[in-house]
């Protein structure tokens, strides 16, 4: 930035606070006047139309009072080249910011600083950010994408669900009812373990299934229904098979 460009910012930045700036206004008046003036939006002398917060508003106001235009001037960047000269600082900034969009600018600003020694000023990395997409309101717009998840190894969890199937004897008449269709699945390899049609949705039921899948298949880690009753699920498996498998859990 050159000197006639200095001086641009620095009246741009007196014409937003001059309102402000009167020593007639109460500090009631000076607070709501800085509050108006953070809400709307400044021409800059680059053309883009701005928004400063209220704390850049007050700060401008400390330094015109304390030496005039000239305390308005931009301050010489520290970081000046810094994004040119290590272009990969802003590529990891992107991948930071995407692995959690949470997180803050001066976050990351401060991981870039410890990892590679290269200070990089937090309104820096916001404004990459910004010009990329990747300002956290924009992200937290997205809807979120969920990657598939499955256990680790076979057993170490079955998801059993049941599915409500046809009236028996069919066509329905005095006496039909809903056929219920238990399933177990293992969830690494997606093994069906056992599968069964029973009359009723009940703790027998389960029971049943649930031993003829240990017998053949062995105890898993975790047993999980999306959704159970204590009088239909038991809340351990133990309660529902041999006492071989006592203290295994099952989630709903």
Same mark, same amino acid.
């Given at each position: 930035m050159d000197h006639k460009e200095q001086e641009q910012v620095a009246l741009h930045r007196w014409a937003v606070i001059a309102e402000a700036a009167n020593d007639r206004l109460t500090a009631a008046e000076r607070g709501a006047l800085v509050r108006q003036i953070a809400a709307r939006?400044?021409?800059?002398?680059?053309?883009?139309?701005?928004?400063? /917060?209220?704390?850049?508003v007050d700060r401008w106001l400390r330094a015109w009072r304390a030496g005039g235009l000239e305390a308005l001037w931009p301050a010489p960047r520290a970081d000046t080249g810094v994004v040119r000269a290590h272009p990969e600082?802003?590529?990891?900034?992107?991948?930071l910011r995407?692995?959690?969009?949470?997180?803050s600018a001066a976050q990351i600003a401060s991981i870039l600083y410890h990892r590679h020694g290269v200070s990089v000023a937090e309104r820096t990395v916001r404004a990459q950010l910004r010009r990329a997409g990747l300002h956290r309101e924009a992200l937290a717009a997205e809807p979120k994408a969920y990657g598939r998840y499955e256990a680790a190894r076979p057993n170490e969890r079955w998801i059993t669900?049941?599915?409500?199937?046809?009236?028996?004897?069919?066509?329905?008449?005095?006496? /039909?009812?809903?056929?219920?269709?238990?399933?177990?699945v293992d969830d690494h390899s997606r093994l069906l373990v056992d599968g069964r049609f029973f009359?009723?949705?009940?703790?027998r039921a389960c029971q049943e299934l649930l031993r003829r899948a240990v017998t053949r298949r062995g105890v898993p880690e975790v047993l999980y229904a999306d959704y159970a009753e204590r009088r239909i699920?038991?809340?351990?498996?133990?309660?529902?098979?041999?006492p071989t498998v006592n203290g295994r859990k099952v989630s709903a």
């Open positions: 939006a400044h021409t800059h002398p680059d053309g883009s139309a701005r928004r400063y /917060s209220r704390g850049t600082l802003f590529a990891e900034a992107a991948a995407l692995e959690l969009p949470g997180r669900d049941v599915l409500v199937g046809p009236w028996v004897p069919w066509p329905r008449r005095e006496g /039909s009812a809903r056929a219920r269709l238990f399933l177990i009359a009723h949705e009940n703790a699920m038991p809340t351990r498996a133990g309660r529902a098979c041999s």
